[in-house]
């Protein structure tokens, strides 16, 4: 399994170009632009799509009956740029010190979508790329999960290593969906009523399951039931800005 990047950016506005010291005549004064938002920054995401667009799989994000913000986050590609994972957000954009830390309400949920491939071999032939499954959604989610999640009492140089630790725990519960850590819950994928693996914890709540599209679905979240979401397939990534 690997973990996903993403990059953040700003488009500035161009400085004007002087004006040419040989003019007989001035230009007349033009009035000021406003000064762009510098308290915002805005993530590359948010201004293409072209990541999601180069996917040769569907996007799934919540279904019509989620009526809030809705969100691109990031694509994972392989060793030779193949896209193979993405994650769309909906509601709150979470913070890394949000609820837990602060307590500041934050209501999200994060649906993470995984390729199925099979067993196959490496770019460059050097080795085997591990198939994807339910397992792999699992572990996105819960990766995911804990990326936005910081316990109350725990200092800035702590974290880390409790990131590191728990990253392993959520790794090693991804691979035992049939365990006691995790139970069943069944939730509309496109109208069918589809199995899921659940859990929870104090950061918040996983589900993992497969589609009948050719991809498995992850999701996580705080301040949202899962019991109440439904996924589909998104037809116009321009809903998500």
Do not use: C
Not at 65 to 86: I, K, N
Not at 137 to 161: E, F, I, N, T
Request: hydrophobic share 40%.
């Amino acid at each position: 399994m690997e973990t996903t990047s993403t990059s953040s950016g700003r488009v500035g506005a161009q400085p004007a170009e002087a004006p040419d010291a040989a003019a007989a005549q001035p230009e007349p004064a033009q009035p000021a632009a406003p000064p762009a938002d510098a308290t915002a920054p805005v993530p590359a995401a948010r201004r293409a799509a072209e990541g999601y667009l180069r996917a040769d799989f569907p996007w799934y994000g919540l279904d019509g009956a989620f009526t809030g913000p809705r969100w691109l986050m990031q694509v994972g590609t392989g060793a030779d740029g193949t896209v193979e994972h993405g994650s769309t957000g909906h509601g709150d954009e979470p913070s890394v010190r949000g609820e837990i830390a602060t307590g500041e309400k934050e209501r999200f949920a994060v649906v993470v979508t995984v390729a199925s491939n099979p067993l196959r071999r490496s770019g460059d032939g050097t080795g085997v790329l591990e198939a994807t499954s339910v397992s792999s959604a699992a572990w996105l989610a819960g990766s995911g999960l804990l990326a936005y999640s910081w316990p109350p009492q725990m200092d800035h140089s702590l974290r880390d290593d409790w990131l590191d630790q728990q990253t392993e725990a959520a790794w090693e519960l991804a691979d035992d969906l049939a365990g006691p850590d995790w139970s069943t819950l069944s939730l509309p994928v496109d109208g069918e009523p589809t199995p899921f693996h659940y859990r929870e914890s104090e950061f918040g709540w996983v589900l993992a399951g497969s589609t009948g599209s050719g991809v498995h679905l992850g999701a996580y979240g705080r301040g949202m039931s899962a019991y109440g979401l439904g996924f589909s397939a998104i037809a116009d990534l321009a809903v998500y800005e």
